[in-house]
């Protein structure tokens, strides 16, 4: 074995070494730790799929806006999940674009209680942010009397289960946020 | 399967096709990437503000949609490129490090969305770059191949084990509860597992015993490897069909290639 197979081979025996430690990452020892500094790319794998406690429930985002006369309207709502086609077993987009939301939901809500519940604390996260754009970019709910700047609010729900009569709960509501006539003149061409 | 090469065009055209079709579903949501989009960098950049002002404004010049469409591109011709070009040439080398270098950088540049199929690509991908590159020499390519067929085991391991230690599955639930959701359900096969609580166990067990068993696939050439081999492309490919996760079928399957020559290998020297 020549110098550059030999690094290749160390490389991939610590790669193994890495991967393995970081299954334990729920352990959260002062090794995995170090492992999240280093890894900012997030290259070692996670193979702990659907366990061990599977995701058992939708998010659903809604919002709704506030006009300048105080009017307020009905809430709405931005689909995360896309019903699937009979070829999504080969071809499926959404799932890159739809299910994303889903999974930054996800991580927003998983923050909620390191931020003790505060939303000064949760607002200034990435995956907030992230719900928030796209929320912002949405035409306004009512078009007429969105002339003028106004506010939009954003809520998230958890539902259980297919049926439209399944449990479902509050996670989160944001506050009310201005939409700058910029983003209008874009969402109106 | 103990040809070396065979084995490797197998790996690759499996995990090829796979990359294709992540890309291309990619290009179809290239707005995404704009401003209004759910992968807006306007947002995601606020990771980098801490940085360098020269590495911030690198980073800014590669993040607009417009050079994500062409990078994607790019490694839409990397792959087609690779699949017809010699192993260890230095074409098939900057392929690969074309591939490689991209899929870390768009990992980062999304932030979300990532799954187990994009981790299982970059570990196959990563074994092309580094064990079929101009200075590699045969004892390194059949480590490649071992190493894939051992990430794939660690995979399948963990997460048998990490349903294992989970009441959920171990109660026989889990399935049914992930079914019964419309982001990886189906409304139908929901209300049918519904009223099938001993199906749902079978099916529960069936993955935790499948998973956390794979591994033994390794020293079992022989009926007990293929038996594992079949579960793993059914299971694969009811995933894809009833929860749409169809990158990790590719990704998945490009590994039993290396598994069963590793298996072979193995019992060979066991024998």
Redesign the interface.
């Known amino acids: 074995?020549?110098g550059?197979?030999v690094l290749?081979?160390v490389?991939?025996l610590l790669w193994?070494f890495l991967?393995?430690l970081n299954?334990f990452e729920q352990l959260n020892l002062p090794i995995h730790r170090v492992i999240q500094k280093l890894d900012?790319?997030?290259?070692l794998?996670?193979?702990?799929?659907?366990?061990?406690?599977?995701?058992?429930?939708?998010y659903h985002l809604v919002y709704r806006d506030r006009y300048q006369d105080n009017s307020i309207t009905d809430w709405v709502e931005l689909s995360?999940?896309e019903p699937?086609n009979w070829y999504?077993?080969?071809?499926?987009?959404?799932?890159?674009?739809k299910?994303?939301?889903?999974?930054?939901a996800s991580?927003l809500v998983s923050s909620i209680p390191r931020n003790n519940e505060s939303l000064e604390g949760l607002m200034f996260t990435?995956?907030y942010?992230?719900l928030l754009?796209?929320v912002?970019?949405q035409p306004p709910v009512n078009l007429h009397a969105a002339e003028n700047k106004f506010e939009r609010q954003f809520l998230l729900l958890e539902?259980?289960?297919?049926k439209p009569s399944s449990e479902q709960r509050y996670v989160l509501r944001s506050n009310y946020h201005p939409i700058t006539p910029l983003q209008k003149k874009?969402i109106s061409s | 399967m103990t040809d070396l090469n065979f084995t490797y065009r197998l790996t690759l055209a499996l995990a090829s096709l796979g990359l294709l079709v992540s890309s291309l579903e990619y290009l179809t949501i290239i707005s995404s990437f704009n401003l209004q989009g759910v992968y807006s960098w306007k947002v995601l950049r606020v990771r980098v503000i801490s940085l360098p002002r020269w590495i911030q404004e690198w980073i800014d010049r590669y993040s607009s949609p417009r050079t994500i469409f062409v990078c994607l591109i790019i490694r839409i011709l990397s792959i087609l490129i690779a699949l017809i070009t010699p192993f260890n040439s230095l074409i098939f080398f900057f392929c690969m490090l074309y591939i490689v270098v991209f899929s870390v950088f768009f990992q980062f540049r999304r932030a979300f969305g990532d799954d187990g199929s994009d981790q299982m690509n970059f570990i196959v991908f990563i074994t092309f770059l580094l064990c079929l590159s101009p200075l590699a020499g045969e004892m390194l390519k059949q480590f490649g191949i071992f190493f894939i067929a051992l990430q794939s085991c660690i995979s399948y391991a963990t997460s048998g084990i990490a349903k294992l230690v989970s009441s959920t599955w171990r109660s026989g639930d889990a399935v049914y509860r992930i079914l019964n959701t419309q982001s990886y359900g189906i409304q139908l096969l929901s209300s049918y597992l519904q009223k099938r609580p001993a199906l749902n166990f079978l099916l529960c067990w069936s993955t935790i015993l499948f998973e956390t068993l794979f591994p033994v696939s390794l020293i079992a050439y022989g009926p007990w490897l293929w038996t594992f081999l079949i579960w793993g492309f059914l299971f694969h490919l009811s995933i894809a069909i009833v929860m749409g996760l169809n990158s990790f079928f590719w990704a998945f399957i490009s590994t039993y290639p290396a598994i069963i020559y590793a298996s072979a290998k193995i019992s060979v020297a066991l024998s």
């Open positions: 074995m020549n550059y197979e290749v081979v490389l991939a193994t991967s393995i299954q900012i790319f997030q290259l794998p996670l193979w702990t799929f659907f366990a061990p406690n599977p995701g058992q429930s939708d995360l999940s699937r999504s077993f080969f071809w499926n987009p959404q799932k890159r674009s299910k994303v939301l889903s999974d930054i991580t990435t995956p942010l992230l754009n796209v912002s970019h539902t259980f289960g297919f874009k």
